[in-house]
């Protein structure tokens, strides 16, 4: 087990050798192989003698409880071996922007290990770090405001952020207790845990650096005398109520240097050689249109019922500039009441609102995250509460040509590029449902079309029979119509078809290949196309036959 | 318990607090009924008429009791005390409580103290006063062990130094006031990039999560009630997707993900645990692995459309050949006849029947001899088909019957036999019968020397016949294997002869084993050299052509997998630079195989066309495949019972 700590504290790996059979002595059983020279590196670690010392710590520990020498036990407690792994992070990631790409599993590890129950399965040290871990960098990302993309999955809640220009991703469980597995090593995910402590914390001080922040955080002296008052005396001592504030995620961060209203530095402008006027205008406006997405809600009043998830909404909307508060007795640090008369939008999750008041919007959670991700705050009808809501879409797909693109995502795009598809697709669905109109008439009138031709051909068959035409018939030569074009296609294809004869052997399986993995996606974007196409109708029909039931 | 002043002076025997204040007796002669059975359970007497034993050691007898339920509920109505009576277990008597007595319950039951005159708020007595006294308190006089030092101190004391000496006991360690988190990247070195750095694979990020996992994904995304089946059966590692699209109408209602902590727990075993390799993944073009050859219009004249069809066999055509003016068609079938067409028209112009399948025909190459060897069962027919020109084929009489016996009979291995009458009117001049069955038979370029192979196992399998003198010779001693087919070379002379896998070469006039040539086919079917002699094609039912360049080396130069099944036989066209091959899957493939006169210059291989027409019968497409001496046509036979011509 030492060895495995080992190995996950200094990011060591097996390999796969390149003949397998040489070095599993002429087997091919599967196993894992590492490196000497990784073995080597790691016998040379100096916390392995730390590991000694711990483990000689506890034997004697163990000795004097068995003997009950109490002051002994005091004595060796004192002299708790301890050690730190803030060597091995420098050496596992020489830069600073090593340690932010592989950012990525130690949150979501310590958002996970931060919602474990107090009890059981790990220390509550480590508990508590997480947590603090985890609020100090949800402080920085609302301080640097770098939120990008946020997505409710079923697993829980993705968030990416761009920190530095790296995007991090990291998810968080959804807010319940959890169903403790029995087969998960939790000796194994502590150890990682504690590595990605070290990591995490380092990095939170760097970051708040960067934007010359207080580390540890500091809440703002200004809004912390404004928060004082409100939750009143008796709630609990201040070095507890320290993190849960910070936590609250309504308040903004001290500054080590006071901000000078800074007038967003310009960026000069530097005419890299080789980069035309339009690539300029494209980066610039990409920055312009960032810089837009970054004040979203600017302005914005929100209030979060007790329903909605507090945290995940708060930092959101935070993020992007909004003010958000919530029920005095929810949590602390809320900033205003239900009753505020500037709130514009109100966060509800229940099927209906009762005492409404005028002048904001009711909505459901979903419309901050679908606005977050089409950079644009979304038109609000469709989010009213107890309204079917719109498919939530995944802002991590990045669909290529020929890949399938869901209506709903092609709707968002034609919006973000400024046009208005609502109105065209209700004049559409009006349209259409003319168009069926139509097609009903039609219909009709082909039906007596058709009787009429019946009643032609009928009249003609009694003409011919009458006449007893011989049984000899002329019958005129059919002009065969070259299609040049298609000629020339069956040509190309043959022509193609007999060079893909003369493939190699091994060109040709993988020919095979591409050509296979090419068609099974084209097959799988028709089949979602149609499965989304007979949904369509279905749910047209019902509409229209709800329709009839009203009209009639 | 604080005994009410009151009752000072009386002894409690009993412990009940209660009666502890000793009721003046109701009755005075009994005067002290004190039960002396000390604090026990009173159940214990609960059997017993008596309830214990007074001072003098008589039983203490408990009152008699004799009113019923009634009495008893007479007396609760209408004794006034009836509250204030109470059963004194000890005697087993009723009390009447007092009024003093009703008043202390009462007071106990408030939580006060029983005695009323007791004031809890006393003002305190400072026994010990705060002021220092000059005299001590005791006169004792101070102990000497108060004056000299502790032995067993020293002893401890002492133990302690020893081990802090020897090192067992360490000083407590200072507290490390260091801050936890510092700037670690303060100062970035270069140069601790070290190479482990670069040969570090960083582990892949994890999946990012698509449309289908939304908590309200599109509706195309859900799976329906059959795909949820066949996920549920499929093993966990093969599923396309790792959870089942799920819709909920709002967040409300999305519950927690069970396997969130397994997830993790997997990341973390797969950072630990998976060996890391760079692949690097296949970006090609897939139009970038065709091969370029020249197009297939600028290598005109070939066949490319069927144009004639030969009907007449009633069963599969097995075999194909043509005369050298590219006149007359022979073919040979299953159905016991030999049929002969006319090219340009496909008029059947004669039927030979021979009472037996036709494993093979030829036609003489020699252009003045019109004679087929025609091959069924253990005998080879010289059939003289009288077609064309008269005076050529009474020539070819002529010459057959200007055969003048030797003197001397040399032992043959075959027996020449003369047609009769009735065979000599449809055709047949002479019969080689052989002793076992003949599966074929060539002409050598000259037309004098034919070769056939019987199936046998023997060294018996090639023989060499000499027409004009009515002569066969064994050229082999020894059986090489199970011979498939023999080719005379059109210029040399040299012998081709296949087994199973190989292609031997023997050189006739030296009488030796030239080359021998791999053909890397399981099963060679069919064999057929280029007009130039230099290059061998050899078909295999193994559905592969291999391409020989006689100079190059002894393996195959190109092997081609064109056909989908076994191939049955293989030609080359005199004149131009093309071969077909024909195979079970119904089809011809016609290739331009381009021989330059260059020896730096390697054969140019390039299939043509693909030629269907054929229907599949009893498994079997194409059985032979044959040029046209001088056009570039290209016939073929098939199981269907028909011959094709393809221009």
Redesign the interface.
């Known amino acids: 087990t030492v060895t495995?700590r080992l190995?996950?504290l200094k990011?060591?790996?097996?390999?796969?050798p390149k003949h397998k059979k040489k070095v599993n002595k002429g087997s091919t059983a599967p196993r894992?192989?590492y490196l000497l020279k990784d073995i080597k590196?790691l016998l040379h670690e100096p916390i392995v003698n730390k590991f000694r010392e711990y483990k000689v710590f506890v034997r004697k520990l163990r000795k004097a409880y068995g003997k009950s020498e109490w002051s002994t036990v005091d004595?060796l407690k004192?002299?708790k071996p301890s050690y730190k792994l803030?060597h091995i992070?420098?050496?596992r990631?020489?830069?600073?922007v090593?340690?932010l790409?592989?950012l990525?599993?130690a949150l979501?590890?310590c958002f996970?290990f931060s919602t474990f129950p107090r009890t059981g399965k790990c220390h509550v040290q480590t508990i508590q770090l997480c947590r603090r871990l985890t609020v100090e960098f949800l402080n920085y990302v609302i301080a640097s405001r770098s939120l990008r993309k946020v997505?409710?999955?079923?697993?829980?809640i993705?968030y990416q952020a761009e920190v530095l220009g790296q995007p991090v991703?990291w998810i968080t469980?959804?807010t319940?207790?959890?169903?403790?597995?029995t087969d998960?090593?939790y000796r194994?995910?502590a150890t990682?845990t504690e590595f990605y402590t070290t990591l995490l914390?380092?990095v939170?001080?760097?970051l708040y650096?960067s934007l010359n922040l207080l580390?540890p955080p500091k809440i703002d002296g200004q809004t912390d005398v404004e928060l004082k008052p409100s939750e009143g005396k008796e709630y609990a001592m201040d070095s507890e109520s320290y993190l849960e504030k910070l936590s609250a995620l309504s308040a903004s961060l001290a500054r080590v240097v006071a901000p000078t209203h800074e007038d967003e530095a310009e960026m000069d402008e530097f005419p890299v050689e080789g980069e035309t006027a339009e690539q300029m205008d494209t980066r610039k406006k990409e920055e312009e249109a960032l810089e837009k997405h970054k004040k979203l809600f600017e302005g914005l009043r929100f209030f979060l019922n007790r329903?909605?998830?507090r945290e995940p909404l708060a930092f959101i909307i935070r993020c992007f500039g909004g003010q958000v508060s919530w029920d005095k007795s929810l949590c602390i640090g809320a900033t205003y009441d239900v009753s505020d008369p500037s709130i514009t939008h109100q966060i509800v999750?229940?099927p209906q609102v009762e005492r409404q008041v005028v002048g904001r919007y009711y909505l459901?959670?979903?419309w901050v995250f679908d606005s977050v991700n089409a950079k644009l705050c979304l038109p609000v009808a469709d989010y009213f509460p107890g309204v079917?809501?719109p498919?939530?879409?995944?802002p991590?797909?990045t669909e290529q040509e020929g890949d399938y693109v869901?209506?709903?995502k092609l709707k968002l795009l034609a919006m973000q590029r400024g046009e208005n598809p609502e109105e065209e697709s209700e004049e559409e669905d009006e349209e259409e449902e003319e168009e069926e109109d139509d097609n009903d008439k039609e219909e009709e009138e082909d039906e007596s079309e058709k009787e009429e031709e019946m009643k032609l051909k009928k009249m003609e068959e009694q003409k011919t029979q009458s006449k007893k035409a011989l049984p000899v018939k002329v019958t005129a030569g059919k002009l065969r119509l070259e299609d040049k074009q298609r000629l020339e296609q069956e040509?190309q294809s043959?022509?193609?078809?007999?060079?893909?004869?003369?493939?190699k052997?091994r060109?040709k399986y993988?020919?095979k290949k591409?050509?296979f993995g090419?068609k099974r996606k084209v097959r799988e974007a028709n089949k979602?196309?149609a499965?989304?196409k007979a949904?369509d109708t279905a749910l047209r029909e019902e509409r229209k036959k709800s329709k009839k039931a009203r009209r009639a | 318990l604080l005994t009410p002043p009151g009752t000072q002076g009386c002894v409690c025997l009993t412990r009940c607090p209660l009666l502890s204040p000793h009721p003046p007796l109701p009755s005075a002669p009994l005067q002290d009924i004190r039960n002396t059975v000390g604090n026990i359970p009173m159940e214990w007497y609960q059997d017993f008429p008596h309830v214990g034993y007074d001072l003098e050691g008589k039983r203490i007898y408990k009152p008699i009791r004799n009113k019923d339920e009634l009495d008893m509920f007479l007396e609760k109505m209408e004794n006034p005390d009836y509250w204030r009576t109470v059963q004194d277990k000890m005697t087993g008597a009723d009390i009447k409580l007092t009024d003093e007595q009703v008043d202390l319950v009462h007071r106990l039951q408030k939580g006060q103290f029983g005695d009323v005159h007791f004031n809890p708020y006393e003002p305190a007595v400072d026994f010990f006063t705060h002021e220092v006294m000059i005299h001590p308190v005791t006169n004792r006089p101070a102990d000497k062990r108060s004056f000299i030092p502790s032995l067993i101190e020293k002893e401890k004391v002492s133990k302690l130094v020893h081990a802090i000496k020897m090192g067992w006991?360490?000083p407590?360690?200072p507290k490390d006031d260091t801050p936890?988190?510092?700037?670690?990247?303060a100062h970035?070195?270069p140069n601790?990039?070290?190479g482990?750095?670069k040969m570090?694979?960083?582990?892949p990020?994890?999946k990012?999560?698509?449309?289908e996992?939304?908590?309200?994904?599109?509706?195309?995304?859900l799976l329906s009630e059959e795909e949820k089946l066949a996920w549920e059966q499929q093993e966990p590692a093969e599923r396309k997707l790792p959870?089942v699209?799920?819709q909920?109408?709002?967040?409300?209602a999305?519950?927690?993900?069970?396997?969130?902590?397994?997830?993790?727990?997997e990341?973390?075993?797969d950072?630990?645990?998976?060996?890391?390799?760079r692949k690097m993944r296949?970006n090609?073009d897939?139009e970038d692995?065709?091969?370029?050859?020249p197009?297939?219009?600028d290598l005109q004249p070939f066949p490319t459309t069927q144009a004639l069809v030969y009907r007449g066999h009633t069963s599969l055509v097995r075999c194909l050949s043509i005369s050298p003016s590219g006149q007359w068609l022979v073919s040979g079938s299953d159905d016991g006849t030999v049929r002969f067409w006319e090219v340009c028209t496909a008029r059947c112009m004669k039927t030979l029947t021979v009472g037996g399948v036709v494993k093979s025909v030829a036609w003489n190459p020699n252009p003045t001899v019109c004679l087929v060897a025609v091959c069924v069962e253990q005998s080879v027919l010289l059939v003289n088909p009288c077609l064309g020109d008269k005076l050529l084929y009474g020539a070819t009489d002529q010459l057959l019957e200007s055969y003048a016996a030797p003197e001397e009979e040399r032992v043959q291995p075959v027996q020449w036999v003369t047609a009769t009458v009735e065979e000599h009117s449809k055709g047949v001049r002479l019969l080689v019968q052989h002793s076992k069955a003949v599966k074929q038979v060539t002409w050598h370029g000259k037309g004098d020397y034919f070769a056939s192979v019987v199936s046998d196992n023997s060294n018996m399998q090639v023989l060499i016949h000499q027409t004009s003198k009515r002569w066969s010779q064994n050229p082999f001693r020894k059986s090489k294997g199970l011979v498939q087919c023999v080719l005379f070379h059109p210029i040399r002379p040299y012998f081709f002869v296949a087994t199973q896998r190989y292609v031997r070469v023997y050189n006739l006039l030296k009488q030796e084993l030239t080359k021998k040539l791999m053909t890397n086919c399981k099963w060679v079917s069919s064999m057929a050299i280029h007009p130039g002699g230099d290059n061998i094609i050899c078909g295999s039912y193994d559905s592969k052509l291999a391409w020989f360049d006689l100079d190059l080396s002894t393996r195959p130069y190109q092997l081609?997998?064109?056909h989908k099944r076994a191939l049955r036989s293989v030609a080359f066209h005199r004149h131009y630079p093309l071969f077909a091959s024909g195979s079970d899957d119904g089809t011809v493939?016609v290739c331009h195989g381009m021989v330059y006169n260059d020896l730096l210059q390697n054969p140019l291989?390039?299939?043509?066309?693909?030629l269907k027409g054929h229907v599949m019968t009893l498994d079997l497409g194409v059985l032979d495949v044959l040029f046209h001496p001088t056009q570039p046509w290209v016939f073929s036979s098939g199981a269907d019972g028909t011959v094709r011509l393809y221009t």
């Open positions: 495995r190995c996950i990011g060591i790996y097996p390999h796969e894992t192989f590196f004595r004192d002299n803030d992070v420098k050496e990631y020489p830069t600073f090593d340690a790409r592989d990525d599993d979501s590890m996970l997505f409710l999955s079923i697993k829980g993705y991703t469980p959804y319940f207790a959890h169903d403790h597995p998960v090593d194994v995910m990682f914390g380092f939170n001080f760097r650096q580390y329903e909605v998830p999750d229940r459901q959670p979903q079917l809501l498919p939530h879409l995944s991590f797909v869901p209506p709903e040509q043959e022509e193609k078809r007999l060079a893909i004869m003369m493939m052997k060109e993988l020919y591409i050509m090419k979602l196309a499965k989304r949904h | 006991i360490k407590r360690k936890t988190y510092y700037d670690l990247w970035e070195d601790s990039i070290l482990r750095h570090h694979v960083p582990a990020k994890m990012l999560p698509g449309h996992e939304s908590y309200n994904p599109p509706p195309e995304y959870v699209p799920q909920y109408r709002c967040l409300r999305v519950p927690a993900y069970a396997r969130f902590i397994h997830e993790r727990f990341r973390c075993l950072l630990y645990l998976c060996p890391r390799q296949v090609v897939p692995l065709i091969p370029k050859l197009k297939p219009r081609l997998r064109h493939i291989l390039v299939p043509v066309k693909v």
